[in-house]
């Protein structure tokens, strides 16, 4: 059965840093394009950052340059590295396939993020 467990949120200051992790289990890993998504209070899901099976990267054009996303395919994880945030940046974070095709898998709980003074 897959499951996707999502860990390293927390409450930070402005311009703090995060990284969060994204334990995969059940799944082939190492041959699924991932992502990782937030989920602000009142908005729609969105996707902020992706990787393929063989490590291409891209952004939303609000996190690039600030965050990095990363998968170790011998651990079955992914991360981000999150850096300078802003309270822009709140949301709960939660990790999943990316394909065109809008395949997902199970969602996990997310893990919550919290930039605040």
């Known amino acids: 059965q897959e499951q996707l467990v999502e860990s390293g949120g927390g409450l930070v200051q402005p311009g703090g840093s995060l990284r969060l992790s994204c334990v995969t289990s059940g799944i082939i890993f190492k041959v699924i394009s991932m992502g990782w998504y937030r989920q602000a209070p009142g908005k729609q899901r969105e996707l902020v950052a992706g990787?393929?099976?063989?490590?291409?990267?891209n952004y939303t054009d609000s996190v690039k340059g600030r965050f990095s996303i990363s998968r170790d395919n011998e651990k079955d994880t992914m991360y981000l590295q999150m850096n300078n945030l802003s309270p822009e940046d709140t949301a709960v974070y939660y990790c999943?396939?990316?394909?065109?095709?809008?395949?997902?898998?199970?969602w996990g709980q997310g893990t919550q993020v919290t930039v605040s003074s």
């Open positions: 999943n396939s990316n394909y065109p095709s809008g395949l997902l898998l199970t």
């Open positions: 990787i393929s099976a063989d490590g291409v990267t």
